[in-house]
């Protein structure tokens, strides 16, 4: 099969790999579309750790059923489905109380570090547990599929916040995840979403996507603003989708006494918080790690539109042109979102 085998960080190639062989309960999918992930960039230079080559990437992936293992018996080939990123044992005290997101053995399609390596799905073929793959329907086109895994994150992390209806939420980030987390929100019922970002462009589909007032945080009064916009209370609910200091620090800052911060991204190991700040005001911060159980939800929504994977999409390209796009969105490419490589 072809595949784009990263040899080396920065060094992508086209290669061919031996299909590989379903175990009896994994099911072989002809790949249709995979979706570049943040984490694969952060990968290809090795700033992550977690994609040591020789290593096949990607794990937003959609497809077709090509064989089945001996003991998988739900899916049949021909089947069109999806499947979740994150391999969990099934077996531990997380996995047994539905948190499997918390896996302590849990695998990452498209990973390799030091525990294990887990080839993905940038190739013609990629294996993956049976118990993981869910059914897309004939309507949801496959690169809106290869979708779904970004879009139970944000939807996860929706879930994790007390959220009332008529609270207000702030997204601090308007990339990929916040945008995604925006949609989240309204299809949650929450009419009041405000966004902030330093990208103007960003901010532009945040409003097409829902946000209701947006802000750049490059200027010096966006936190006057949201504060003014609450009667100086603040936002019952924030999450930061970037990871990093500063806009942590500014999700903060707009939160009300007692309101309740979600940390989405993790670009930065280590950050630095006001303490004080949280603690008299006694704030409520939730870390939220990818999804747990929401695929067969987001499914559902990204096939009657409550989600709009379309806007996200810059472009959709062969695996052949996928070294190419990955040194574009490296460089750091302006208005550069969500490509999907389709071998």
Same mark, same amino acid.
């Given at each position: 099969?072809? @595949?784009?085998?990263? +040899?080396?960080?920065?060094?992508?190639?086209?290669?061919?790999?031996?299909?590989?062989?379903?175990?009896?309960?994994?099911?072989?999918?002809?790949?249709?579309?995979?979706?570049?992930?943040?984490?694969?960039?952060?990968?290809?230079?090795?700033?992550?750790?977690?994609? #040591?080559?020789?290593?096949?990437?990607?794990?937003?992936?959609?497809?077709?059923?090509?064989?089945?293992?001996?003991?998988?018996?739900?899916?049949?080939?021909?089947?069109?489905? +999806?499947?979740?990123?994150?391999?969990?044992?099934?077996?531990?005290?997380?996995?047994? +109380?539905?948190?499997?997101?918390?896996?302590?053995?849990?695998?990452?399609?498209? #990973?390799?570090?030091?525990?294990?390596?887990?080839?993905?799905?940038?190739?013609?073929?990629?294996?993956?547990?049976?118990?993981?793959?869910?059914?897309?329907?004939?309507?949801?086109?496959?690169?809106?599929? *290869?979708?779904?895994?970004?879009?139970?994150?944000?939807?996860?992390?929706?879930?994790?916040?007390?959220?009332?209806?008529?609270?207000?939420?702030?997204?601090?980030?308007?990339?990929?995840?916040?945008?995604?987390?925006?949609?989240?929100?309204?299809?949650?019922?929450?009419?009041?979403?405000?966004?902030?970002?330093?990208?103007?462009?960003?901010?532009?589909? @945040?409003?097409?996507?829902?946000?209701?007032?947006?802000?750049?945080?490059?200027?010096?009064? *966006?936190?006057?603003?949201?504060?003014?916009?609450?009667?100086?209370?603040?936002?019952?609910?924030?999450?930061?989708?970037?990871?990093?200091?500063?806009?942590?620090?500014? *999700?903060?800052?707009?939160?009300?006494?007692?309101?309740?911060?979600?940390?989405?991204?993790?670009?930065?190991?280590?950050? +630095?918080?006001?303490?004080?700040?949280?603690?008299?005001?006694?704030?409520?911060?939730?870390?939220?790690?990818?999804?747990?159980?929401?695929?067969?939800?987001?499914?559902?929504?990204? *096939?009657?539109?409550?989600?709009?994977?379309?806007?996200?999409?810059?472009?959709?390209?062969?695996?052949?042109?996928?070294?190419?796009?990955?040194?574009?969105?490296?460089?750091?490419?302006?208005?550069?979102?969500?490509?999907?490589?389709?071998?």
């Amino acid at each position: 099969m072809k @595949a784009m085998l990263l +040899t080396d960080y920065k060094q992508l190639e086209l290669t061919d790999m031996p299909v590989p062989e379903p175990q009896s309960d994994e099911l072989l999918v002809r790949v249709h579309s995979c979706g570049v992930c943040g984490s694969d960039i952060h990968g290809f230079d090795g700033s992550s750790g977690r994609r #040591v080559p020789p290593l096949i990437m990607g794990h937003e992936a959609s497809g077709v059923v090509e064989n089945t293992g001996s003991n998988a018996g739900r899916f049949q080939v021909g089947d069109r489905v +999806t499947f979740d990123s994150m391999l969990p044992c099934g077996a531990c005290s997380y996995c047994e +109380t539905g948190n499997t997101n918390l896996c302590t053995q849990r695998r990452i399609l498209g #990973v390799s570090c030091d525990e294990y390596r887990q080839h993905g799905a940038f190739a013609e073929y990629v294996v993956v547990p049976e118990r993981v793959t869910y059914p897309i329907p004939d309507e949801l086109k496959f690169e809106y599929a *290869a979708m779904v895994e970004p879009v139970s994150v944000a939807v996860h992390a929706v879930g994790l916040a007390p959220l009332k209806p008529d609270d207000t939420a702030l997204v601090v980030g308007s990339g990929m995840i916040g945008l995604l987390i925006i949609q989240a929100l309204r299809a949650a019922g929450c009419q009041r979403v405000l966004a902030i970002d330093l990208n103007d462009k960003r901010l532009e589909l @945040a409003r097409q996507l829902g946000a209701i007032h947006t802000f750049n945080a490059g200027d010096e009064e *966006a936190v006057q603003q949201i504060l003014d916009l609450t009667d100086s209370k603040g936002v019952d609910v924030a999450l930061e989708a970037v990871g990093a200091t500063a806009p942590i620090q500014t *999700a903060i800052s707009c939160l009300r006494r007692g309101g309740t911060l979600t940390l989405v991204g993790n670009i930065s190991p280590e950050v +630095t918080m006001p303490l004080q700040a949280i603690v008299t005001r006694e704030l409520k911060l939730l870390g939220s790690c990818a999804s747990s159980g929401e695929y067969p939800e987001c499914i559902e929504m990204l *096939a009657d539109g409550r989600i709009q994977a379309d806007p996200l999409i810059s472009a959709c390209a062969s695996l052949e042109e996928g070294p190419g796009w990955f040194d574009r969105l490296y460089g750091g490419e302006p208005h550069l979102m969500k490509v999907i490589l389709q071998p």
